[in-house]
């Protein structure tokens, strides 16, 4: 299940409270994937439950819509569903859209009806370069900058962009997302946002670590390849002729070349500080280059 299908769903489970704002979000989600022509209103939708969803919204204030056609899409697989409004009163359509989104609670309604209509949501997932990426996508440019309003009136992270030729407010931001899905009532969604971020962020520090640590491996069997190259040349006699702890220490590196700095002074039971000192002394300065 897509995180926009996990959205969706959980806020179809609420019905928002008092007749006004069931208009509200009516009206958000009419004007997101709904039409209007003389005949009456319409809206189609890929999503049964969200279709449920918004007849019973319509149903509870006496707004009645019918089914009017279900295409088959060979593409996803599932039915398109067309829903209409007929009625000879058309004082009850006029009522969804002048509502004035002027309280808290219908500005939640709208940006919820909104989502439902025209919105999507996704999340980085395993290896895609993808991040984060909130879009609810209207066809009217005022109906756009009405939702822009409502990000800025909630504090939502945002933007808005023309596509084709729809207008799309999106957030490309974790704690936009966040935000927004706390402001529309998803906190089942909210949670599932925040276990994956902790996991990626989990993920990015874990390969930060092997990255560096894999420098740092690489620095030091550079060293390491140094070190021995010089002390190799060494004549015999020249060892020999070595404090006992210097030649041990010769000794030990060339004959454990793949030994960390760390495993080199286990082994010779003296502390790192101790052998990088040991081997200061034994590889003159220009030699580690």
Not at 56 to 84: I, N, Q, W, Y
Request: glycine content about 8%; aromatic content about 8%.
């Amino acid at each position: 299940m897509s995180f926009t299908t996990e959205i969706k769903r959980e806020l179809t489970k609420t019905l928002p409270e008092g007749r006004e704002c069931r208009f509200t979000l009516l009206q958000a989600f009419f004007k997101t994937c709904g039409w209007r022509t003389e005949e009456g209103l319409f809206f189609v939708s890929e999503n049964e439950s969200v279709a449920a969803y918004i007849l019973d919204v319509a149903e509870s204030c006496r707004f009645r819509m019918s089914l009017r056609e279900a295409v088959r899409d060979p593409k996803h697989g599932r039915d398109k569903l067309t829903f209409s409004h007929t009625g000879e009163d058309g004082a009850d359509v006029e009522e969804i859209f002048a509502q004035d989104v002027d309280t808290e609670e219908r500005a939640r309604a709208f940006l919820k009806g909104a989502f439902l209509g025209g919105g999507s949501c996704i999340l980085p997932h395993g290896e895609r370069r993808t991040g984060y990426h909130l879009e609810l996508v209207f066809p009217a440019l005022a109906d756009a900058e009405l939702c822009g309003e409502l990000f800025e009136r909630f504090l939502l992270l945002g933007g808005m962009v023309e596509r084709a030729d729809k207008h799309v407010v999106y957030s490309k931001s974790r704690e936009g997302i966040g935000d927004f899905l706390s402001v529309v009532g998803a906190q089942r969604a909210l949670r599932t946002l925040t276990l994956t971020a902790a996991a990626r962020d989990e993920s990015n520090n874990r390969n930060r670590l092997e990255n560096c640590m894999a420098g740092n491996v690489d620095r030091s069997m550079t060293a390491s390849a140094l070190q021995i190259r010089y002390l190799s040349s060494l004549r015999e006699s020249e060892l020999i002729l070595l404090p006992e702890p210097l030649r041990e220490t010769a000794e030990a590196r060339i004959q454990n070349p793949t030994l960390t700095y760390s495993e080199l002074a286990g082994l010779l039971g003296i502390s790192k500080s101790c052998l990088q000192r040991r081997l200061k002394k034994l590889i003159p300065q220009g030699e580690k280059k």
